[in-house]
């Protein structure tokens, strides 16, 4: 948890000097690219357009990289500071005490994997949203804490699977008997959509080279489409002492995998490949096999349940990942 001792603790948000120079850097490019694109504009060709929808995108992409501010809450006893700065500007402070607010609660971000923020009310009316609790393992312990602090009735839980304090820990939604029919039913719809057009060229003698290739091209994308919804459903929960992953088999049925700490060899950190922010943890077993669970939304989070996971199977953190 990102807390400077028992008696404070901070929240922060906004972009490192690094993520700042890389989003500028693509931003240079794109605008490099669309400038020369600008000529076609006199001659009200399409390329011009394209070029000037760039260059625009390039703009908006670098005065975010620019001009994105940075917020530092720092919650101590009887009052909440907050620090605001954008990189070429000035730091603007604000203090808040605690006989200023009125009440707090908790609110589960939408549109994240799992993110959540704290909205602060003021006796004038006003309202304050806080930047992202910093571990979202540890949600019910913080908000305990800050409510201890600044002398406040602590707000009504949010559902959080991945908190800590829960007796399982759940990443993905549970497998249900109608995702089970759902992914049957794709699989009989795949099978006939390719089928049908085989069976027909075959029976009116019109069956081509190119029609088998297109057969065989649609037979290896259905039979990775199955793979990926395979793999990618169904949750992990993990308990004191084991991993239970439940998940669609390839049959469609509900298969259950448990594994416990003697099984692992070491849990790391991925990339969930669909987006910069996505990642997933990957667990190596003895056995030679390597199970992801499904995606989450930050790295930061992710390590974060890594470290939970890390901490209820019992395994050494120093060969963890």
Same mark, same amino acid.
């Given at each position: 948890?990102?807390?400077?001792?028992?008696?404070?603790?901070?929240?922060?948000?906004?972009?490192s000097?690094n993520?700042r120079?890389?989003?500028?850097?693509?931003?240079?490019?794109?605008?490099?690219?669309?400038?020369?694109?600008?000529?076609?504009?006199?001659?009200?060709?399409?390329?011009?357009?394209?070029a000037?929808?760039?260059?625009?995108?390039?703009?908006l992409?670098?005065?975010a990289?620019?001009f994105?501010?940075n917020?530092?809450?720092?919650?101590?006893?009887?009052?909440i500071?907050?620090?605001?700065?954008?990189?070429?500007?000035?730091l603007?402070?604000?203090?808040?005490?605690?006989d200023?607010l009125?009440?707090?609660?908790?609110?589960?971000?939408?549109?994240k994997s799992?993110e959540?923020?704290?909205?602060?009310e003021?006796?004038?009316?006003?309202?304050l949203?806080?930047p992202?609790l910093?571990d979202?393992?540890q949600?019910?312990?913080? %908000?305990?804490?800050i409510a201890?602090?600044?002398?406040?009735?602590?707000?009504?839980?949010?559902?959080?699977p991945?908190?800590?304090?829960?007796?399982?820990i759940?990443?993905?939604?549970?497998?249900s008997?109608?995702?089970?029919?759902?992914?049957?039913?794709?699989?009989a719809?795949?099978?006939?959509?390719?089928?049908?057009?085989?069976?027909?060229?075959l029976?009116?003698?019109?069956?081509?080279?190119f029609?088998?290739a297109?057969?065989?091209f649609?037979?290896?994308?259905?039979?990775?489409?199955t793979?990926?919804?395979?793999?990618?459903?169904?949750?992990?929960?993990?308990?004191d002492?084991d991993?239970?992953i439940?998940?669609?088999s390839?049959?469609g049925?509900?298969e259950? %995998?448990?594994?416990?700490g003697?099984?692992?060899?070491?849990?790391?950190?991925?990339?969930?490949g669909?987006?910069g922010s996505?990642h997933? %943890?990957?667990i190596?077993?003895?056995s030679?096999?390597?199970?992801?669970?499904?995606v989450l939304v930050?790295?930061?989070?992710t390590r974060?349940?890594q470290?939970?996971?890390?901490?209820?199977?019992?395994?050494?953190?120093?060969g963890?990942?």
């Amino acid at each position: 948890m990102n807390t400077a001792g028992e008696g404070e603790v901070r929240l922060r948000k906004g972009t490192s000097l690094n993520e700042r120079l890389v989003l500028a850097g693509i931003a240079i490019v794109v605008c490099l690219i669309a400038l020369p694109g600008l000529a076609h504009l006199a001659n009200d060709q399409w390329l011009g357009i394209a070029a000037l929808f760039a260059l625009l995108f390039g703009c908006l992409l670098l005065g975010a990289a620019l001009f994105d501010r940075n917020v530092v809450w720092i919650v101590t006893s009887g009052e909440i500071l907050i620090g605001e700065q954008r990189p070429f500007g000035k730091l603007h402070r604000r203090s808040i005490r605690d006989d200023e607010l009125s009440g707090m609660r908790l609110r589960r971000s939408i549109g994240k994997s799992v993110e959540f923020t704290l909205i602060f009310e003021t006796g004038s009316g006003d309202t304050l949203t806080s930047p992202p609790l910093p571990d979202v393992t540890q949600v019910q312990r913080t %908000i305990v804490q800050i409510a201890q602090l600044l002398q406040l009735p602590a707000p009504e839980l949010v559902e959080n699977p991945l908190d800590a304090a829960n007796a399982g820990i759940r990443l993905g939604k549970p497998v249900s008997s109608k995702r089970v029919r759902a992914y049957r039913a794709l699989v009989a719809l795949l099978a006939c959509s390719l089928a049908i057009p085989l069976i027909f060229a075959l029976w009116s003698g019109k069956l081509s080279t190119f029609g088998i290739a297109v057969g065989s091209f649609g037979a290896i994308m259905a039979f990775l489409l199955t793979r990926h919804l395979y793999r990618t459903s169904g949750c992990w929960i993990v308990r004191d002492g084991d991993l239970r992953i439940e998940r669609l088999s390839l049959e469609g049925t509900i298969e259950v %995998i448990t594994v416990g700490g003697d099984d692992v060899v070491y849990i790391d950190v991925e990339s969930g490949g669909r987006r910069g922010s996505h990642h997933v %943890i990957a667990i190596r077993l003895h056995s030679g096999r390597k199970i992801r669970s499904p995606v989450l939304v930050g790295k930061d989070q992710t390590r974060a349940v890594q470290a939970e996971i890390t901490r209820r199977l019992r395994l050494d953190r120093s060969g963890a990942g």
